[in-house]
Each structure stands twice: as C-alpha cells, then as structure tokens.
C-alpha cells in the first residue's frame, strides 16, 4: 500500500482540505499521515472563522517521524495558515523526502482573481519557494497568475493557458505544472498540464455545472495524487480527477445552497470505486 503525507489545515466545518484528502485518499486505497498546519473553525469563507496556527508543531512531527525512518511514496501539500510556514514546510520536506518521494504541491491561497481573505500580497512569492521543491503543482488560474507575475485571464483561451504553463515551469523550475479551472466553451470544464522535459502539453474536461462549489479544488487534488499513487500517469490522474470532481459536483445539483459547507462528495466515494474498478478490476 502507498503512504503519502499530507500538510494542510483541519477546518472543522465545511469539507476542505485534510477532511477531503483522507475519505478520497482512503477510498482510494492509500495511506495518508498528516501534518496539520492549523485548526480552524471553518474555512475561511465563512465569517468570524477562527485560526489556531500550529507551525510550531510541523518540524517537531517531522523530526520524529524521520527518527522513526518513516518512508513516503509522496508529500502534497494544500493550504499554508501563514507566509512564515512556507520555509518550515520546505525544512520538513528535507527531513522526510527519500529519492523516490513524490512532492505534490497545490498552492491553495486564491481564486476568482483574489487572494483569500487573511492572505497578504507577499504570501504568493512565500508559497512560490514551495512549489520550486514540487514535481507536479495544481494552481487554479488566479493562483498561476500570482505566482509568475503575471495578470489574472478568468477566460483565456488555448495559446494563453498554453503560455501559463510555461511560465510556471520555467519562472518555478517545476517539471509537471497542471492548470486547474480550464474551461475553453461555456459547457465544459477541465485542466491542462505540460511536460517540460518533453514539450508536451494535454488536455481533459467535462461538463461544466455553471455554480461555484467551495473545496472542488481540494477534492481536485486529492484525487490526482490518490491517481499518481495508483500508479497512474499524470494525464490519466487528471482525467480521474475531473470525472471525480464532477461527479461530485452532481450530488449538490439539487441543493445548491449547502455548498458552503462542500459538495457532498461523500455521496459520489462509490462512483469513484467503480471508476478505479473500471481500469484495474476488483480493487479486494
Ligand atoms: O479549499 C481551500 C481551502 C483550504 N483551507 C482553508 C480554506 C480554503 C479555501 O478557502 O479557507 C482554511
């Protein structure tokens, strides 16, 4: 069984990051340790949102669990609770990546053109030194216009994504960058990622559901590593992931409201078996 790590923040209410990445990494048969940067309430789009930062706790957690000659096929990491710990989580990929440790890094900070709220304009040039240390990295469009410097497209067609993730592979030496959030007709929606080493570029999507979704990214994410884990290609992680994402995406079509709190991806866990099962046969 594949063990990965994950570092990003608990929030307690309103499925995001680590309460997404575990149910979606556990159904997909890997095991996934966890370093915990903060404790929040809710994530942070829900007003009065409280924070408990726990960058003091991360080198500790590493230290040991180096101690114990702990080895991960991968590290993917999500959201940072401060500038501060972008130089702590490069610190803690040094004490616990083997040569063959995946880095996965999905530089949660912003979208629709903004940074998210307790961030300040410094923080994308704190979360650009992770995503030097990454192998493949998973920003929406905003997040890859703040971390090259360049200014925000909501709708920019093949040749300016094409240009992006160039961009991002040469401003952050990043071999594999994914853009997440392509979407080249009003009825779809998918991702594009680069080779840099070949040239290649490759594109998916689906249906788009015209709605925002909050943690789709998160959900995004943890499937395309719980994919490279199975042992598949990054083309075919982003497929999965696409499909996942969607389908989860369908089980909040009727009650679009409760999207605050996440899209109800735990309705569609099943749907992401029978799509594994569909590749590789029985998974037990
Ligand atoms: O979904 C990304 C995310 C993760 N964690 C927290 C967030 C967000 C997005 O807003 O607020 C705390």
Redesign the pocket.
């Known amino acids: 069984m594949k063990r990965i790590a994950s570092i990003?923040?608990i929030?307690c209410l309103?499925r995001?990051?680590l309460t997404?990445a575990l149910p979606v990494l556990a159904t997909m048969g890997v095991e996934c340790a966890i370093i915990p940067t903060?404790v929040?309430s809710?994530?942070?789009?829900f007003p009065d949102?409280t924070?408990h930062d726990l960058t003091e706790e991360i080198l500790p957690i590493a230290h040991h669990w180096q101690s114990q000659q702990l080895q991960l096929d991968a590290i993917y990491t999500?959201?940072l609770?401060s500038p501060q710990q972008a130089e702590t989580v490069c610190r803690a990929f040094d004490l616990l990546k083997g040569p063959d440790t995946l880095i996965v890094v999905?530089p949660?900070m912003a979208?629709h053109g903004k940074l998210?709220?307790?961030f300040r304009p410094d923080f994308p040039l704190e979360m650009a030194k992770v995503c030097r240390r990454a192998d493949v990295i998973l920003p929406n469009l905003t997040e890859a216009a703040l971390l090259t410097g360049t200014p925000y497209l909501p709708e920019p067609n093949e040749a300016q994504v094409k240009d992006l993730l160039k961009r991002l592979a040469d401003h952050l030496q990043v071999r594999r960058p994914v853009l997440t959030g392509i979407s080249f007709t009003p009825d779809r929606l998918g991702a594009m990622c680069y080779d840099a080493q070949t040239g290649d570029f490759f594109h998916y999507d689906n249906q788009r559901i015209p709605a925002h979704f909050?943690?789709?990214?998160?959900i995004f994410s943890a499937t395309t590593v719980g994919g490279l884990m199975r042992g598949r290609s990054l083309e075919e992680a982003l497929m999965l992931a696409v499909d996942f994402t969607l389908a989860s995406i369908h089980c909040n079509r009727n009650a679009p409201a409760s999207s605050w709190y996440?899209v109800e991806f735990e309705r569609a866990l099943p749907q992401l078996i029978h799509m594994l099962e569909a590749q590789e046969g029985p998974l037990c």
């Open positions: 990003q923040d929030s309103g995001c990051s997404v903060a929040l809710t994530h942070t789009m949102f924070c999500g959201y609770a999905d949660a979208d998210y709220p307790p909050h943690g789709t990214g998160d996440g």
